[in-house]
């Protein structure tokens, strides 16, 4: 901390030396780290609000900390433990400080508050989702103790004090209540002048906005645009000069301008701006987290008296045409819907910022550009870990599953004005959300005109799920599961591939021999899809993102923007699975990747088409000999063939672009390889390895970049594998492991199947043979020894150091992200083009039907709440769409109602030329019917008969709704023929 306020320091007197002498400041914000040092009772006792209430006997605790951690997926969310909980801390702020203002900054509680300093009320916060401060100036000592006490009220149905309102989103469902003050805590020093910070609950205050305008991305070039809010609670005018230095990731200054002198008077507010213009730039991309340092410096008299320090990344986005555009560059969305809590075995949400970046890092390592955080807000620690790993997010305020209105509307725009306002300076925000279930167009206009009052030159786009529509000011939108194209704004599923799978469950053949989809039933009903294998698991994901891979930027006019699936890790929330907690995850919950990451891999490491050689073998090579099955192979290259014990096997099938099967394939010991060939050249191949017996347990330590630091909160992470005697894991291995762990930390263990699920248990089974167990630090370094045993096998032992951690009175200056850096894995200037056009589309110029023709332009509107439909009468029941001139067709696409449902007999001609006739397929949107080119103007959709219905148009088994077209009320709906939209499409090499 020192350093960089020395540095800062030496920024400002480096722009106003003249002589080379560097003038020092004489005052400079100091920030120092609150977390340490504080105790925590559970239980309500109103006497401890008092300076000299006796906390002795309560726990120690350093923060972040929710008090029901131990739950944390060993109860499921219903069942967390809520009610109150108190917090006390002790502190001493020196003699020094006397003269400066003196704030608190929290990141986040859960759920209410109540705040004494010194035994007197200070405040409340009571959203439970945003960061929020107070002003302790007046109420705080100099040079002895001080004591914070804090009473967290987490219950389900907590009300706001003023209004008896409850909050929308305080959900047994999805937002999983760890309570407490489970986000990190700061203690802020500042002069009388100053600049303040972005804290509007509470404050009242907006802090410093960074943003870059003017782009020029190829030569790499922008206008820098800074502007900071100042106070002055000083008694007298004074003249401020503002300064701004932007120095490089590694501190080198790359460009400084300032603003013209600005007079501010006693009591005044105002906000300052300069601008420069900076070259050679790093735009910020995906995976590609590059951060500069923006000094934001105010100057009195020519002295240095306030430097604000904002950490950010400068890119271009684009939201048109129906793609996202990143650095001018198109790009397919393709991520997670994640829960906000971001949840932990045994620890709940309330973990050190480098395992932030492991859980966010390996997303990007997945393939994946977007997180889209679910329901709430995400912490700031996330935030700030999706600008280092290079991963776009998509931000909620807080909702829950539909619109309201009054003062719970109200509070859903308040938490989204203090979230733009405290996060708008970060590059991976790239999406506001306003709901999670569509808005209406009067809540949509408020929404955005907050964000364009606070975040107007951000580049980011405002929406919704939903907002389907074409006539409404959301920028963006997109249905839960279903495939949805425009040619305007982007639209992009925003949690599809919803099944369950264990991780412990490799397929039918492996120990445990779990039967695919078996389970117990869900609601009284079957619940196959959320009772996988891993390998139908993979599968299900492989053939969900082929819907919208197949409608992808590079295919026509009206495109699928992209697609997140629901979830990324395990999650604390509504399950429907075998386990109590949801198990959708393409890592499991201690984040070991399952196959269903690696199969992600394969299908989205890419910006659209240009995909990085990627193959995987699904399941492993440990059977028994009487064992043959179907092998399955992920891969976006051309071909693949497959190999065991170097006898070829072929290529294989493929379907839904990315999957290769090789059917029944009799196991043998020894080697299976796949390799990928692309343009008929080897382009990537992967093998897995007959393992021997067991005869060893291994451990791994993952741990911070900079070590594992004694402050009472950081974790580390240890692996624990059977092995063979060469050192192979056991991938069948299911040996319960024995540890032991001797100095100072404390066991918080991991998660497998089992009583309790083995939260907090120092005996667990390794699932596939692997796991993973955390230990938290103690608050005294020292040395950790970690013993793991098992039956026969040879014990492993570990040992790690901790490292010591500085507190004074009560305060630290060693930062919760001190030694993360960016990563820069990505290239963030790919000279390869993501895509290639790869057909003609046609332009519609009008429609004739025979009937309802009034609606006839509705199939080819760019809107999908609208369409055509016929009146149930046969002969009328179909529509033709003509082009201005004569065009060479090969291809329709079409979106048909109750596309989930129906399947329709139809029949196609172009012009008078049948080219097409047979029954439209059931799916999840669109559909592309293929034909031999034929020349002609108009192209005509029959309905021959009455569709086929199938499948249930109710709810999913949880009573979501779902989604299966334009509702209506049907009149004899067999008989119809609905479509939403359509597009002709025609070859490349089209015939003028």
């Not at 080379?20 to 780290?33: I, M, S, T």
């Not at 725009?413 to 279930?437: H, L, Q, T, W």
């Not at 907090?760 to 013993?787: D, F, H, M, W, Y």
């Not at 109710?954 to 209506?968: A, I, Y």
């Amino acid at each position: 901390m020192k350093l960089r306020l020395l540095f800062c320091c030496m920024l400002a007197g480096v722009m106003l030396a003249k002589a080379g002498q560097p003038k020092l400041p004489e005052v400079v914000r100091a920030k120092f780290n609150f977390n340490p040092g504080w105790v925590m009772q559970v239980g309500d006792n109103t006497a401890a609000a008092a300076f000299g209430f006796d906390d002795k006997s309560w726990k120690a605790v350093t923060l972040p900390h929710a008090f029901n951690e131990d739950d944390a997926f060993k109860k499921p969310i219903q069942d967390l433990t809520t009610g109150i909980v108190w917090y006390r801390k002790h502190f001493t702020i020196p003699n020094n400080r006397k003269g400066q203002k003196v704030f608190l900054e929290f990141e986040g509680i859960r759920q209410a508050g109540e705040f004494y300093l010194n035994g007197q009320w200070i405040g409340r916060h009571e959203n439970g989702i945003t960061a929020f401060g107070f002003d302790i100036t007046d109420s705080v000592k100099f040079g002895e103790e001080n004591v914070l006490a804090v009473r967290i009220d987490n219950s389900w149905d907590y009300h706001e004090k003023e209004s008896n309102s409850g909050y929308q989103w305080n959900d047994k469902n999805f937002y999983a209540n760890y309570g407490g003050i489970n986000k990190n805590v700061y203690l802020h020093f500042m002069p009388k002048i100053y600049q303040t910070l972005p804290l509007y609950s509470n404050l009242h205050t907006k802090g410093v906005y960074v943003y870059a305008s003017q782009f020029d991305v190829k030569d790499r070039s922008a206008l820098i645009n800074v502007q900071s809010e100042i106070r002055n609670e000083s008694d007298k005018q004074v003249n401020i000069t503002y300064i701004v230095t932007i120095a490089d990731k590694d501190g080198a200054v790359i460009r400084s301008f300032r603003s013209m002198d600005n007079p501010i008077g006693p009591g005044e507010t105002r906000i300052v701006n300069a601008s420069g213009r900076a070259g050679s730039l790093h735009f910020w991309s995906w995976g590609y987290g590059y951060l500069y340092q923006v000094y934001s410096v105010l100057m009195i008299n020519g002295k240095t008296v306030d430097i604000v320090r904002v950490n950010t990344g400068f890119r271009k986005t684009g939201f048109s045409n129906g793609v996202f555009q990143l650095n001018d560059r198109p790009m397919h969305l393709k991520g997670y819907a994640q829960r906000t809590t971001n949840e932990w075995p045994a620890i709940g949400n309330a973990v050190p910022a480098w395992m932030s970046d492991h859980s966010n890092g390996l997303m990007v390592e997945s393939g994946a550009n977007l997180v889209r955080w679910m329901h709430v807000t995400p912490w700031k620690q996330d935030v700030e870990s999706c600008d280092r790993m290079g991963l776009m997010e998509a931000m909620p305020a807080g909702d829950s599953e539909k619109d309201v209105d009054g003062r719970r509307w109200e509070q859903r725009v308040e938490v989204m004005r203090d979230a733009m306002i405290y996060n708008r300076n970060n590059p991976s925000i790239v999406f506001y959300e306003c709901g999670n279930k569509g808005i209406s167009e009067e809540h949509m206009k408020q929404m955005k005109e907050l964000r364009d009052q606070w975040d107007p030159m951000g580049g980011r786009a405002i929406g919704s799920r939903e907002m389907l529509q074409k006539n409404t000011v959301a920028e963006y939108g997109g249905e839960m599961l279903y495939i949805n194209k425009s040619a305007g704004k982007p639209l992009w599923a925003m949690e599809y591939s919803r099944d369950e799978g264990l991780r412990k469950y490799w397929d039918e053949f492996s120990p445990p021999f779990h039967k695919e989809g078996v389970g117990p039933l869900y609601k009284g009903q079957p619940a196959n899809e959320y009772n996988h294998n891993q390998d139908a698991h993979a599968i299900e994901d492989v053939t969900r993102w082929y819907d919208f891979w197949k409608e992808r930027p590079g295919t026509g006019k009206r495109v699928n923007a992209g697609a997140v699936n629901i979830i990324f890790s395990e999650s604390n929330t509504h399950y429907r699975g075998e386990s109590n907690y949801r198990t959708s995850g393409e890592v499991d919950a201690m984040r070991i990747p399952k196959d269903g990451f690696y199969a992600h891999q394969a299908m989205w490491d890419g910006w659209v088409d240009d995909l990085t050689p990627h193959i995987h073998i699904l399941g492993h090579w440990n059977y028994s000999d009487s064992v043959t099955k179907d092998i399955h192979v992920v891969s976006n290259a051309d071909r693949v063939e497959l190999f065991v014990n170097e006898r070829s096997y072929g290529f294989a099938q493929q379907t839904s672009r990315f999957l290769y099967t090789f059917k029944r394939v009799k196991w043998q010991p020894g080697v299976i390889r796949a390799v990928g060939y692309t343009y008929n050249k080897k382009s990537c191949e992967t093998e897995h390895v007959t393992a021997g017996r067991p005869v060893a347990v291994k451990l791994t330590p993952i741990t911070a970049p900079k070590g594992w630091v004694a402050n009472g909160a950081d974790l580390a992470m240890v692996q624990v594998e059977v092995v063979d005697e060469k050192g192979n894991r056991c991938p069948t291995a299911l040996n319960t492991i024995q540890f032991a762990v001797d100095g100072p930390a404390e066991w918080r263990g991991g998660i497998a199947q089992g009583p309790d699920n083995y939260i907090l248990s120092k005996e667990l089974p390794v699932e596939c043979g692997v796991n993973r167990v955390l230990l938290r630090s103690a608050t005294q370094a020292g040395a950790v020894t970690i013993k793991a045993t098992s039956g026969n096998l040879t014990p492993a032992t570990l040992q790690l150091t901790t490292l010591p951690f500085e507190v004074k009175e009560g305060l630290a200056v060693q930062m919760p992200d001190d030694g993360l850096t960016g990563s820069l894995k990505k290239d963030n200037k790919p000279d390869v083009e993501p895509y290639v056009v790869n057909r003609l589309p046609m332009i519609i110029a009008r429609a004739t039907a025979g009937c309802n023709q009034d609606k006839a332009a509705e199939a080819f509107d760019d809107d999908e709440t609208t369409d055509w439909f016929s009146n149930g009468i046969m002969d009328s029941s179909w529509i033709a769409f003509e082009t201005e001139y004569i065009n060479t067709f090969n291809a329709i696409t079409l979106k048909l109602n109750n596309f989930r449902t129906c399947s329709y007999p139809i029949r196609i001609l172009v012009d008078k030329k049948e080219v097409f006739k047979g029954n439209t397929p059931r799916g999840l949107g669109y559909f592309t019917i293929e034909f031999a080119a034929y020349r002609g103007k108009k192209v005509r959709v029959e309905l021959l008969s009455a569709a086929d219905v199938k499948g249930d148009k109710g709810t999913e088994m949880n009573g979501k709704k779902l989604g299966d077209g334009v509702e209506r009320e049907e009149q004899d709906g067999k008989a119809r023929l609905s479509i939403i939209e359509a597009e002709l499409y025609g070859p490349l090499n089209q015939e003028p």
